[in-house]
């Protein structure tokens, strides 16, 4: 019999995305995609491989709210793309985004990142 799909073995991920400009996520939503720098791309592809979902919530640097939130849809490519303008960016990937909404960091303060020192999550 076949071994069962390594994306079934482990649990959900969650990654906080940090963007420059509001404007890139209004492009995510639009198009439904999203592309990280390269540094972040390897750790991203691992999530996606060994895991059964990957959530990603988004931030726009220096604002102090979560953009909302989108699951993982494909694994890095390399292909690029020039919607965001930056060539410091990497491959673009798939991304279903499930909530578009502003939240002030406060309305999540109770959450803890037990893998940054319990640090609250914004």
Do not use: C
């Amino acid at each position: 019999s076949k071994s069962p799909s390594p994306r079934q073995t482990m649990p959900s991920r969650y990654f906080i995305m940090k963007s420059s400009n509001l404007q890139n996520i209004e492009i995510s939503q639009q198009r439904g995609i999203w592309s990280t720098t390269p540094s972040n791309e390897r750790k991203l592809n691992r999530a996606f491989w060994e895991s059964s979902v990957v959530y990603l919530i988004f931030s726009v640097q220096g604002s102090g709210h979560f953009q909302g939130f989108a699951r993982m849809g494909s694994s890095i490519g390399r292909e690029k793309s020039q919607d965001w303008g930056s060539a410091g960016l990497g491959g673009v990937f798939k991304v279903e985004w499930i909530r578009k909404e502003s939240i002030p960091f406060q309305f999540a303060h109770h959450l803890l990142n037990p893998w940054n020192d319990n640090r609250k999550v914004q």
